[in-house]
């Protein structure tokens, strides 16, 4: 007779009550345990009083979320000179008043954004191993696979028209300018590369040599646009759409970034070099989830309060 060989039962069952847990701190705890990231960056030119710009990235709104909204809404207690939201408000169609009432405080202050995959497009459910598969593959998003089909539409013309009447500067493939006490910043955006929208041949040119500062916008960190914006010569890229991995391995890091951005800055600040030029790129680990997948772990959900201070020299 064969013998049968197995994990003692005592084992089997430390095994899943330690799974529940760490699947219970995930979700209940650390996906709901917001923090906010403070970074300075060095890109104003010399003599130039610092600024303090606040980036909100990947809300993924649910309807019921009222701690993610509270927190939104005492963001505005940190009176930044002025906003960037870099896309991913929804992951509910029905969410819509909710992300403006929890980003109301804050459309009182100068703003600019982009959009993300879920502004338009409704989430699905997926096997999360899919990720690794596609880091595997290097197919990320809709790049080289076919258009969405089937896809729920989101009312992101909603939430465009609200951002708009605030006077917060649309980014989608176009260009913008925000003037704040003499100081004037241009504003350069793309639409989501993830979903194949970015259109760079409509904004190349690089900065503009008339404005104090130049900022590049981009919802998704895919290569094609951090390396474009920064042969052109921007100085800092703002992105976000990684989630920071979302589940990472504590002392490792992330596994996978959703793009074809190495996971070593899958969030926070670090450089790009393209073209002969650096820039400082900024990623943002975002403030949500996907409404399928609603746990964080070793990567809490944050928002961005970068100061930019003059450069040397």
Known sequence: MRAR???????????????????AYAAGFEARSFRLRRVSVPVLPPGAEP???????????????????????????????????????????????????ALGPLLDFPGTYVFGSNDYYGPKLRNPARYLLEKASGRHGLNGNPPVV?????????????????????????????????????????????????RYAKVAGGPETDADLSLAI????????????????????????????????PFYGALVTNCDLDTERVKGLSTHRAGGNRSYLHVSAGCGTNRYTPIRFACPPEATLLTLTPREG
């Open 5 to 23: 060989y197995g994990a003692p039962l005592g084992i089997t069952a430390g095994i899943t009550a330690v799974g529940a847990a760490g699947l």
């Open 51 to 101: 600024l303090r710009v606040l980036q909100v990235s990947d809300i993924h709104m649910v309807s019921g979320q009222r701690k993610k909204r509270h927190w939104l809404q005492k963001l505005a207690g940190l009176r930044p000179d002025f906003v960037v939201n870099t896309g991913d408000n929804l992951s509910d169609p029905e969410a819509v008043p909710e992300v403006l009432d």
């Open 150 to 198: 089937g896809a729920v539409h989101n009312p992101w013309e909603e939430l465009r028209d609200a951002f708009d009447a605030a006077g917060w500067i649309g980014l989608s493939n176009t260009r913008g300018r925000l003037k704040l006490d003499g100081f004037e910043i241009a504003l350069t955006g793309l639409d989501d590369p993830h979903i194949k929208r970015d």
């Open 218 to 249: 981009v919802h998704a960190p895919y290569l094609r646009s951090l390396d474009a914006f920064t042969a052109d010569g921007y100085p800092l890229i703002l992105a976000g759409h990684t989630h920071g991995g979302q589940v990472c391995i």
